[in-house]
């Protein structure tokens, strides 16, 4: 039951940030900002998220995932409702919208890290790969429902009504949170460290934030894999419309995939090795990519968004078991937050980093530059040996 509380509490706090990502740039390109700066406005989250990683990994190992996870649902909050307030209208002003960003970029940076820490002090070992799966699931669900359900509220209502639904949704979100870390384990119990075998040695960094170097190159593969999401998400809403179609059916189709993908990803990771794992989804995800490159549509769409959500589902679960693997619940917090960090460093490359290739030749450069990173990730990955383990097993040694 707590586990599925908490995963309930991740769907709806999430639409914080999915609630956003298909209606604002539309809504920005409504009001007349050109493409360049919409990539800013858009990718600023990703930028916050770096340094809010960073401090919400120490925060995580130090005052544990139940806190965390309530005060990134209050920055998701705060987002919101500033984009409810009046004053929030591209024609007059991005400052509402650049402070919003920053609010999400805080959120994402600690929502899902701390609900991922919290699965090892709820399900016992052989339950945790499922357990992480299902709380991946529960954010990717929020993929598929808020990008569609978003842009039939921004067609029907505008901005300042999608704003007010989402500031209900994270509510709810913070309700369901509450109720789980009533029945979570006591604090005491839920941050004591524990043996991770393999784990590798730890360095104290800035802020106090821990590091093994065991985490290096799991955190590489999903920064460089996941570059060209930064953007997917920032520059195809405004050039899927601008060729009439609907680029919420790419988002809902590509959360779908994903969250089908999360727990039969969790059974082939106890039979195959991450590093085959991360291959077929790598290769998978560069064809997907390349689909947008052609001429779009909607059907197009939804099927660029099948194969890359599942390809996606393939390459980040075994990241998160490697991580949860190479890790004990003394420095998992900072592992996961290293997560959510290399994910923003990632959508930071592909949104704002790829502005200047938006503006000169178009989103096909940023794309061709996203499947390049991605062949990077993929090159990284056969290359180490670490990826040959296969992730639960090694799981389920760590934790014994």
Do not use: K
Not at 312 to 338: K, Q, T, Y
């Amino acid at each position: 039951m707590t586990i599925l509380l908490l995963a309930i509490a991740v769907f709806l706090a999430q639409s914080g940030f999915y609630g956003y990502t298909a209606a604002l740039p539309i809504a920005l390109a409504r009001g007349g900002v050109p493409d360049a700066a919409i990539g800013l406005v858009v990718g600023l989250s990703a930028l916050v998220q770096i340094p809010a990683a960073v401090a919400g990994g120490r925060l995580l190992d130090r005052f544990g995932g139940d806190r965390v996870l309530i005060a990134g649902g209050l920055a998701y909050l705060a987002g919101s409702l500033l984009l409810a307030l009046p004053q929030a209208e591209p024609a007059s002003s991005l400052a509402p919208f650049l402070a919003a960003r920053v609010c999400q970029g805080a959120g994402i940076a600690i929502v899902v890290p701390a609900a991922l820490s919290l699965v090892p002090t709820i399900l016992a070992a052989s339950g945790q790969a499922s357990g992480l799966s299902a709380i991946g699931a529960a954010g990717n669900l929020t993929v598929v429902v808020l990008p569609p359900l978003s842009l039939a509220i921004l067609g029907a209502a505008g901005l300042h009504a999608l704003a007010a639904t989402v500031a209900g949704l994270v509510l709810a979100g913070l309700l369901a949170a509450g109720l789980a870390r009533a029945r979570l384990p006591s604090a005491r119990a839920s941050r004591a460290p524990s043996a991770a075998a393999a784990a590798g040695p730890i360095a104290a960094g800035a802020y106090g934030l821990v590091f093994r170097r065991a985490w290096a190159v799991p955190l590489a593969v999903a920064m460089l894999y996941m570059a060209h999401w930064g953007a997917v998400t920032a520059y195809l809403p405004v050039r899927a419309q601008s060729a009439g179609a609907d680029v919420g059916m790419y988002f809902a189709a590509y959360g779908s995939a994903v969250f089908a993908m999360r727990m039969p990803t969790a059974w082939l990771a106890s039979r195959w090795t991450s590093r085959a794992l991360i291959a077929a989804g790598a290769g998978s995800t560069a064809l997907a990519v390349g689909m947008l490159l052609m001429p779009l549509s909607t059907p197009w769409l939804v099927a660029s968004g099948l194969l890359a959500g599942g390809a996606s589902a393939a390459v980040l679960s075994p990241v998160l078991f490697e991580l949860n693997c190479r890790s004990s619940s003394a420095d998992r917090g900072s592992a996961f937050a290293l997560y959510s960090g290399a994910l923003a460093v990632a959508i930071s490359l592909g949104s704002i980093g790829g502005a200047p290739l938006v503006a000169a030749a178009g989103l096909g450069a940023a794309l061709w530059a996203g499947i390049a990173l991605i062949a990077v990730a993929l090159a990284l990955a056969l290359a180490d040996p670490s990826l040959r383990a296969i992730g639960t097993r090694s799981a389920a040694g760590a934790a014994g």
